[in-house]
Every structure is written in structure tokens, then in C-alpha cells.
């Protein structure tokens, strides 16, 4: 089974970008981490048929009144949490690894840091970034594969505009081969 993990995708519409559109089509199951920021945002992803999502902080009233701050669900005996804000730090992962453990679950998919992490170990945490807000990265989101009760995970990275911090970045690489 094929699992899409996204979060933040701060969409203003319920139009979902043709390039993620094209990746959320091939798999069986999307987990949204939260940050529709919208409820047509939220309305396009359910539309899909294939949605597992928790709210975020920028979600409002109505997206909260459907979604759950967190979700514990299982796929071919795996068993995946999901919520919105795990911890504050992606370079130290120490909160997310014990909410994992007090979640129970052997897969912990978290939002909010619009970074992307996958770090495996006796839990596997997964930060899918954003798709179309990223922070110090570039556009994406997770891929999971579950096969027999083992995971895998990959980075997909989007084409597309870069967050301000990355465009700044390689201006400075851009401006150094002139001189």
C-alpha cells in the first residue's frame, strides 16, 4: 500500500496544484498532518476519497469541528499516528519519538516545521514538509510504502517555487560565480 504524508499545505482555495494533484492520484491513501488553512482546501483533499487528516493551528472552527487533534489508525499492521504539532525542533526529535511511544504506534506522521524529515529507528518519524509553504527546503512531501508490515519512506520533492529563505540562498550562489 501506497501512503502520500503531507501537512501545511496553507491552501487558500480547493484547488489542489496539478503537481501534487498527479502524486496524490497514484496512491491509496493520503495522510494530511494538518494546515488546510481553508475549508475548501480541506473540501478538495476529502473529495479524494483516500483522505486520514488531523487539524492544525491554522485551522479553523469548521475544519476542527470534523477533524481530530490526533489519529491513530492501522494499515496492513502498522500503526500510524498522525497529529499537526509533534514537537517544535526537527533537529532534535526527543518529543515526537515519546509522543510516538505514548501514541503507541510504530509510524509517527507529525506537521507544523513545513521541513522534511524521515528518521528511522525503533519508531519511524515522519515530517512531510509542505508541498506548497516550505521552510529552509524544497517543496514536497512523503512517500510510505507498507509491505508486509515493513515501512519505507522517500522525500518526493515538487517542482515550484522555493520558500523566500532558498530563493535568497541561491541568489548568493548565483551572484558568487560572477564574481
Known amino acids: 500500500m501506497k501512503l502520500i504524508a503531507l501537512s501545511d499545505t496553507h491552501l487558500k482555495t480547493g484547488v489542489i496544484p496539478e503537481k501534487l494533484r498527479t502524486?496524490?492520484?497514484?496512491?491509496?491513501?493520503?495522510?494530511?498532518?494538518?494546515?488546510?488553512?481553508?475549508?475548501?482546501?480541506y473540501e478538495a483533499f476529502a473529495a479524494t476519497g483516500k483522505?486520514?487528516?488531523?487539524?492544525?493551528?491554522?485551522?479553523?472552527?469548521?475544519?476542527?469541528?470534523?477533524l481530530p487533534k490526533r489519529l491513530k489508525f492501522e494499515v496492513e499492521g502498522v500503526k500510524i499516528g498522525v497529529v499537526h504539532e509533534g514537537g517544535l525542533s526537527i533537529t532534535d526529535t526527543t518529543a515526537q519519538y515519546y509522543l510516538a511511544k505514548e501514541m503507541d504506534v510504530d509510524v509517527l506522521i507529525f506537521g507544523h516545521l513545513h521541513r522534511p524529515l524521515i528518521e528511522n529507528g525503533d519508531?519511524?518519524?515522519?515530517?512531510?514538509?509542505?508541498?506548497?509553504?516550505?521552510?529552509?527546503?524544497?517543496?514536497?512531501?512523503?512517500?510510505?510504502?507498507?509491505?508486509?508490515?515493513?515501512?519505507?519512506?522517500?522525500v518526493i520533492t515538487l517542482e515550484g517555487d522555493?520558500?523566500?529563505?532558498m530563493k535568497f540562498?541561491?541568489?548568493?550562489?548565483?551572484?558568487?560565480?560572477?564574481?
Open 51 to 66: 483522505l486520514k487528516a488531523v487539524f492544525g493551528n491554522t485551522d479553523g472552527f469548521e475544519i476542527r469541528q470534523k
Open 162 to 165: 522555493l520558500c523566500g529563505f
Open 123 to 154: 519508531v519511524m518519524l515522519i515530517c512531510p514538509g509542505s508541498p506548497t509553504k516550505p521552510r529552509m527546503s524544497e517543496p514536497g512531501v512523503v512517500e510510505l510504502v507498507i509491505e508486509n508490515g515493513s515501512v519505507s519512506g522517500r
Open 169 to 179: 540562498r541561491d541568489s548568493l550562489k548565483d551572484s558568487e560565480k560572477e564574481i
Open 23 to 41: 502524486i496524490l492520484d497514484d496512491c491509496d491513501l493520503i495522510v494530511h498532518a494538518g494546515d488546510f488553512s481553508t475549508a475548501a482546501a
